[in-house]
């Protein structure tokens, strides 16, 4: 009986250790994105630069989560609720680590943007980018405390990003046809949204995940999604 407790007990480590390690990601992976938001609103080359030079350390902790899983799932074959605890955890993983991948892009664009002529379209960047930290930090708080109704909160409001990117978008066409100077300046701005857009997407797909993972089921009906005016900037 003792020697079952002891499995039991060490089982569990496991999947509170993976977790944990995930929640550590993820708080890395925010802390990259709002370095590289303020390197684009700031002008700020030498931060754009550090944070894609430090986009090897998501990479790091994806792959040591990705082995702890893979050990987890030869040695212990879970079952049930567990095996959805894995599954949500490996799926989580990937994402965030793509996260961290748009930060590092954001910090590129923000080195290439500062050597332009300032715009004060940058200041939408920040609004939309305190905007998807604000789901990103919500939804690592539903993973942590396994909340679904959290999760579900942020599901819904990705489309209040799309919103903006969407009018932000077109401010950005009509200011480069106003003006050809500004076209540099402005395609930096574009593809800077459109990550920061993306980001709000894989928020949302954390929340699914979640969601799953506490109920067993994904949020019912459709994402809510606002009109695109795009799909070609990135994919």
């Known amino acids: 009986m003792r020697e079952n407790q002891h499995i039991v007990k ?12 995930i929640i550590e990601m993820g708080g890395l992976a925010e802390a990259q994105l709002a370095n590289a938001i303020e390197s684009v609103v700031k002008r700020n080359a030498p931060l754009g630069a550090e944070t894609d030079e430090r986009d090897a350390q998501v990479d790091a902790m994806e792959r040591e ?3 702890a899983i893979i050990r987890l799932l030869a040695r212990r074959q879970p079952m049930a ?3 959805r605890q894995v599954l949500a955890a490996l799926k989580i993983v990937g994402i965030l680590e793509r996260v961290g991948d748009y930060a590092a892009h954001i910090g590129k664009r923000a080195v290439e943007l500062a050597r332009d002529r300032e715009t004060p379209a940058v200041l939408v960047i920040g609004r939309m980018g305190k905007m998807v930290r604000d789901l990103l930090g919500d939804v690592l708080g539903a993973y942590a405390r396994r909340d679904p109704e959290l999760a579900l909160s942020v ?8 919103q ?6 077109r401010e950005l066409l009509t200011a480069m046809a106003e003006d050809p100077k500004n076209i540099n300046a402005c395609m930096h701005l574009l593809f800077i949204a459109k990550y ?39 994919s």
Request: avoid cysteine.
């Open 155 to 162: 599901w819904r409001r990705d489309q209040d990003i799309d």
């Open 196 to 234: 920061i857009e993306r980001v709000g997407d894989f928020a949302t797909n954390i929340a699914e995940n979640v969601h799953f993972l506490v109920l067993g089921v994904m949020p019912a009906g459709k994402r809510p999604k606002a009109n695109k005016t795009d799909s070609t900037i990135v």
């Open 10 to 21: 060490s089982y569990d480590e496991e999947l509170h250790h993976i977790s944990t390690r």
């Open 65 to 67: 989560i990705d082995e």
């Open 164 to 169: 903006l990117y969407a009018s932000f978008f």
């Open 81 to 83: 609720d567990d095996l």
